[in-house]
């Protein structure tokens, strides 16, 4: 790990054995735009979520890109402290990698605001992709008749619900409570590298008096 990132609640440790740290909060704008590729977006989404080792031809698969291509992109997440070297497996013909920590997040504190809508913009700019593969994907269904499950999630929903604070803290820790349960629900054969995935976004933004609002 390297000083470009930032771990709390750290699992202690004193023997040296890589025990990995709960969050890595990236805490530096380089950190952030490397960030800016689409590949190495998918392979955090994939060892973060996964919580296993992959080697550069599986996560390669992932992305139409050449075994040599990912180790480039995984030398590069290394290096600002996104993932770590594996223990060899099996042959040990290959190296391993992991995520350096069960969550990744974005420092809030961060004085580069440019840092920060950058990440966002990544971010937003990956699940953009994905909703235009999906909507491309129920249309070619649509023209050849395949008739959609009732219970099929939604691609996109938005809205509003009126909440006290207290509220707004008992519905935030449900929403993700929920995305936890499920998580660590999954099974070693769940997360291998050709299981099924579902992608999400989840976004909660309280509304706050526009600034420069008198007070009542």
Request: aromatic residues 6%.
């Amino acid at each position: 790990m390297t000083g470009n990132t930032h771990q709390e609640h750290a699992l202690a440790t004193q023997d040296g054995n890589g025990t990995v740290p709960h969050v890595v909060s990236i805490t530096d704008p380089q950190a952030i735009r490397a960030l800016a590729h689409d590949a190495r977006l998918i392979v955090l989404d994939e060892l973060f979520a996964s919580q296993t080792t992959r080697t550069a031809t599986e996560l390669a698969s992932l992305c139409d890109l050449t075994p040599s291509a990912m180790s480039y992109h995984l030398r590069a997440l290394e290096k600002y402290g996104y993932v770590i070297r594996a223990a060899s497996e099996g042959d040990a013909r290959e190296r391993r990698w992991r995520a350096a920590g069960e969550r990744l997040e974005l420092n809030t504190q961060i004085d580069s605001a440019n840092a920060k809508t950058a990440y966002l913009n990544v971010q937003l700019n990956a699940f953009r992709t994905r909703l235009n593969d999906e909507v491309q994907r129920r249309e070619a269904e649509a023209k050849a008749g395949i008739a959609p499950s009732p219970d099929r999630p939604p691609m996109l929903t938005s809205g509003l619900v009126f909440l006290s604070e207290e509220k707004q803290l008992q519905f935030n820790r449900r929403l993700l409570d929920l995305v936890y349960e499920y998580e660590a629900m999954a099974t070693a054969e769940e997360r291998s590298i050709d299981s099924q995935r579902m992608f999400y976004l989840i976004s909660l933004l309280p509304e706050y008096p526009s600034v420069g609002e008198a007070k009542s």
